[in-house]
């Protein structure tokens, strides 16, 4: 985090820092908003756990040597050029996708993303064009609002910052991954300029957690956050024994009784505790796939897909 935002001055790294973690998981809400899709098509192949960023990326420069009208493909590759810190490789990959494909919001807000962290500047202009470019087709976009009032904070508008994330918060369903970190940030500019927020943040209007969220983040029986950092004190042959019967104890249920809604959602929430936002991705690809047809269950996963920030 520190090394992404070390372009930023001393007093603006912090409000930097904060918001590339609020962005990653905001892509998350953008992708599963757009229809519960499953894992991209140009992501298809290796698993992208086992395979290394590097080899990842050639094979998708390949595969675009002879499909150059990916935009898919271009911006499966511009996360993976993310992913190694290449920030300007990946806002180059991101501005082809937007090339072939414009009208995507998701595609515009992860350009101007690599922008900010390839720089120059804090918040350079383009990255702010192309911000507002997927706010004109999506509005409640959250990585583009976030990083908009990011903008405004370091041009001073210290109020207009706070309000724009004050409305990020209110879209954010109760139990988001990202929840804590805005009202954080808010929290901290606000002292750091001697605005009161408190009261805002109090009175401020909350989206109640859907099924899906509340099921996500309350504690359903089996491997918890909390599970996982007991694990984390143990001597490491102790953990990875738990940890592995933890999941392979899940996955043998689930392979039993499929059609367990609150078990897929267990094991996403799982995967995305151990730091496995792949293996989640698949879980949830699974559980769709188990109750294909069944809209309110599907609505009920894909909200918690949602709050857990699985893509």
């Known amino acids: 985090m520190t090394?992404?935002?070390?372009?930023?001055?001393?007093?603006?790294?912090?409000?930097?820092g904060a918001a590339v973690l609020v962005a990653l998981a905001?892509?998350?809400?953008?992708?599963?908003?757009?229809?519960?899709?499953?894992?991209?098509?140009?992501a298809a192949g290796p698993d992208p756990e086992s395979e290394n960023p590097e080899a990842m990326i050639t094979r998708l420069e390949a595969k675009l040597k002879l499909d150059p009208n990916d935009a898919t493909g271009w911006s499966a590759l511009g996360a993976a050029f993310f992913r190694i810190d290449k920030f300007a490789e990946s806002a180059t990959a991101y501005a082809r996708a937007v090339k072939i494909d414009p009208r995507n919001p998701d595609f515009w807000s992860a350009l101007g993303e690599a922008r900010v962290l390839a720089g120059p500047g804090v918040i350079p202009a383009e990255a702010k064009q192309a911000f507002e470019r997927a706010l004109t087709l999506d509005p409640k976009d959250p990585r583009a609002r976030y990083f908009l009032g990011v903008a405004q904070d370091l041009a001073g508008d210290h109020n207009g910052a706070i309000e724009a994330w004050l409305a990020l918060l209110a879209d954010t369903p109760?139990?988001?991954p990202w929840e804590q970190d805005v009202q954080q940030l808010i929290l901290v500019v606000g002292a750091k300029e001697?605005?009161?927020?408190?009261s805002r943040l109090a009175a401020l209007k909350r989206q109640a957690p859907?099924?899906?969220?509340a099921i996500a983040t309350a504690a359903i029986p089996g491997p918890s956050r909390q599970q996982m950092q007991a694990a984390a004190q143990m001597p490491k042959g102790q953990q990875d024994a738990m940890i592995q019967s933890m999941i392979d104890g899940l996955d043998a249920k689930?392979?039993?009784?499929?059609r367990n809604v609150q078990g897929w959602i267990m094991l996403m929430r799982s995967r995305m505790s151990l730091g496995e936002p792949a293996k989640a991705a698949a879980a949830y690809v699974a559980a769709r796939n188990t109750f294909s047809g069944?809209?309110?269950?599907l609505r009920q996963i894909d909200e918690a897909a949602n709050s857990l920030g699985v893509r």
């Open 294 to 297: 069944d809209a309110a269950t």
């Open 194 to 198: 001697k605005i009161e927020v408190a």
């Open 3 to 16: 090394t992404r935002a070390s372009k930023a001055s001393t007093g603006t790294r912090i409000i930097l």
């Open 26 to 42: 905001a892509v998350c809400i953008s992708v599963t908003r757009q229809g519960s899709q499953s894992l991209p098509e140009a």
């Open 174 to 176: 109760r139990g988001a």
């Open 254 to 258: 689930l392979k039993a009784n499929p």
């Open 210 to 213: 859907s099924d899906g969220a």
